[in-house]
């Protein structure tokens, strides 16, 4: 069975930190680029960061940039997001994504909260 499973989420004061991890299930994590995605209430979905395949390059949203890192572990199969100096705008729910050429498979979230 084909699965991400996001975890790390939580409730954390503006300025703290959180690390989310996505582990993947069912297929090899190493043939996929992956990516970050948070959606907030009443907002759409918007990209937050990404990795390719062999985690030798990343890209981050300029709202993110400095603060979050992406990185990947291939022989874990898991994806994580470290994210510092969160801020109340960071609230919302994460996901992760991963794509192989025109597959692509999303988690089902998890949720971050960030208290002012």
């Known amino acids: 069975q084909l699965q991400l499973v996001e975890s790390g989420g939580g409730l954390v004061q503006n300025g703290g930190s959180l690390r989310l991890s996505c582990a993947v299930a069912?297929?090899?994590?190493?043939?996929?680029?992956t990516g970050w995605f948070r959606q907030a209430p009443g907002k759409e979905r918007e990209g937050v960061s990404c990795i390719d395949k062999n985690g030798d390059s990343t890209m981050y949203a300029d709202s993110v940039k400095g603060r979050f890192t992406i990185s990947r572990d291939n022989a874990k199969n898991t994806v994580y997001l470290q994210m510092n100096s969160l801020k109340p705008e960071d609230t919302a729910v994460y996901y992760c994504k991963a794509s192989y050429y025109h597959v692509s498979y999303w988690g089902q979230g998890t949720q971050v909260t960030v208290s002012s």
């Open positions: 069912g297929f090899t994590l190493e043939n996929y680029a």
